[in-house]
């Protein structure tokens, strides 16, 4: 994902948050979270908190997803998962950064959580 076949670093985005998708899926479809919330059960406030980046998708909620808007559930997944792991990549390469390792050894340690 973020090292190439030599352990350098290719690329490092700003990870996206699927809660970003998802707003971006509501302004598409002119839904409101309120109504999105109605039709997976969930509290108008956890929509939010999904958008602004601090709840995560569970299972249960990307077949939830699925079923009202027909965006596969794999996708909510996939998206949570990239996410979760260019943040854990992002924080492992600064404390790396951090600690007085030679920078030959960092691309070894990374590898762990590319």
Known sequence: MLL???GKE???AEPIHPGEM???ELEARSLSQKELATQVGVSPAFVNALIHGKRSVSLA???KLETALEVNASFWLNAQRNYNRTVAYQKAKKELEQLRIPVSRHAELLRSVA
Do not use: I
């Open 22 to 24: 998802l707003l971006d």
């Open 4 to 6: 190439d076949q030599n």
């Open 10 to 12: 290719f690329f490092l």
């Open 61 to 63: 909620l990307a077949m």
